[in-house]
C-alpha cells in the first residue's frame, strides 16, 4: 500500500491525542513528524503530551518538532479549563525522559517540504506554524498536496464565543493569511461535523470493559473532558474533534460539504468567525472545500477498531446495537 505522508500538526490536548492515536493505527498514513503549537495549553506543555501520546502507540520514533508557541498577532488564550492545566486531563503523567524532542517547527516543515514530495498536513489545533511557514517559503508551503484542518464552523454555533471555533479564534489572523496567500487545496473540518463526533457515556463504558492499555489511557484521559462538557453545554461524553480530521483525511466518505470562498474576522465581537461565501455573493474564487454533514457511525466504528482492531468484535456488539449507537 503506497502510504500517505503526512505532517501532524497539533496542540494536544485531549482529543489531539486521540488523533495522533488513531493516525498511528493508520497504516495508509507515514507519519513523518508531530509539530506542536500553542492552543489548548503552550508549546511546552504541549509536546510533553505528544510524547505521551508516542508513548502509548509505541512511535517514540517519531520526531516532535515544537513551534514559536505565540499566535501571529493575538497574545495567546488557552484552554486549559477545557483541557486540565497539564493539557491532558489533569493526570498529571510522568514526564517521558525518551523521544526526539527538538525546536523548529517551521523550518522543519520547510525543510521535509524541499527534501520530501507528496507530504500533506493535518491540522489539529491554531494554524500559527503554518501561516509562519507560508510567510517564510511560499513556494515550499505550496509544494503541500493538501491540508486538512480541524477548525472554524459553517452553520454551528462557536465553543469559545458565540460565532467563533477555538483553534482559528486563537489564532485568527493565521487562518486569514492562509486563506488570502494559499494555493494548497484546503479542507476545514469544522465544529459543523466534528460536534456529531461524541464519545458517549456508552463508549466510554465500552471502553472500561475492555481490559486494554489503549482503552484504558483513552479513559483516563478523557474524564476531565467530560465533566467539562456537562458543565460548559450539558452534553454527556465528550466532542472528539480532531480524530474526524485524521479520519477524514484517510477515508473522503466520511463527509460531505461544499467548495466556498472563506475568510475569518481579525477584530471585534466576532473575532474568529469563518465568514463562509456559500451563496457565492463576493464572487471570489473558492479557497475552501468546508465539510457539513459526517456519517457519525462510520466515525466512531473507524475510531475504535482502528485504535483497538484486537477487540472488533466487541466493538461491533455496540456499534450494531442500536440501543447504544445512537
Ligand atoms: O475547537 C476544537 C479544537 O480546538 C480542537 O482541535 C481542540 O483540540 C482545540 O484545539
Ligand atoms: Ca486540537
New binding site residues.
Given amino acids: 500500500m503506497n502510504k500517505r505522508k503526512v505532517i501532524i500538526d497539533c496542540?494536544p490536548?485531549?482529543?489531539?491525542t486521540l488523533a495522533i492515536m488513531v493516525a498511528l493505527s493508520s497504516n495508509e498514513l507515514d507519519v513523518k513528524a508531530l509539530t506542536i503549537v500553542s492552543?489548548?495549553v503552550h508549546v511546552n506543555k504541549g509536546f510533553k503530551n505528544a510524547l505521551q501520546a508516542l508513548k502509548i502507540m509505541g512511535r517514540l520514533d517519531i520526531p516532535i518538532y515544537i513551534g514559536d508557541g505565540k499566535p501571529l498577532e493575538r497574545e495567546l488564550v488557552v484552554?486549559e479549563d477545557?483541557?486540565g492545566v497539564d493539557g491532558i486531563g489533569e493526570n498529571f503523567l510522568k514526564d517521558i525522559k525518551d523521544g526526539i524532542v527538538k525546536k523548529g517547527a517551521v523550518n522543519y516543515i520547510i525543510d521535509i517540504l524541499n527534501k520530501e514530495k507528496d507530504v500533506s498536513i493535518i491540522a489539529?489545533?491554531?494554524l500559527t506554524n503554518l501561516a509562519e511557514v507560508l510567510k517564510k517559503s511560499p513556494n515550499t508551503f505550496n509544494k503541500i498536496v493538501e491540508i486538512v484542518s480541524?477548525?472554524g464552523t459553517f452553520k454551528s454555533h462557536g465553543?469559545?464565543s458565540p460565532v467563533a471555533?477555538?483553534?482559528y479564534w486563537v489564532d485568527p489572523h493565521s487562518v486569514k493569511y492562509i486563506m488570502k496567500n494559499s494555493q494548497v487545496p484546503f479542507h476545514m473540518v469544522g465544529?459543523d461535523v466534528?460536534r456529531e463526533c461524541v464519545l458517549t457515556p456508552n463508549y466510554i463504558e465500552l471502553l472500561n470493559q475492555l481490559n486494554d492499555e489503549k482503552a484504558d489511557f483513552i479513559v483516563k484521559i478523557t474524564r476531565f473532558y467530560v465533566d467539562f462538557h456537562w458543565k460548559q453545554e450539558k452534553i454527556l461524553g465528550c466532542v472528539i474533534?480532531?480524530p474526524l480530521a485524521v479520519l477524514y483525511f484517510i477515508n473522503r466518505s466520511l463527509c460531505k460539504g461544499f467548495s466556498a470562498y472563506m475568510d475569518v474576522v481579525t477584530e471585534g465581537i466576532a473575532i474568529g468567525q469563518t465568514v463562509i461565501d456559500s451563496e457565492n455573493f463576493y464572487k471570489f474564487k473558492a479557497n475552501c472545500n468546508v465539510l457539513t454533514s459526517v456519517d457519525s457511525n462510520m466515525f466512531m466504528k473507524e475510531f475504535l477498531t482502528r485504535i483497538l482492531p484486537h477487540k472488533k468484535n466487541e466493538i461491533n456488539i455496540i456499534l450494531n446495537n442500536k440501543k447504544y449507537s445512537g
Avoid: V, W, Y
Avoid at 13 to 16: E, K, L, S
Fill in positions: 496542540d490536548g485531549i482529543d489531539d492552543g489548548n484552554a477545557t483541557h489539529l489545533g491554531p480541524m477548525g465553543n469559545c471555533e477555538f483553534n465544529l466534528t474533534n480532531d
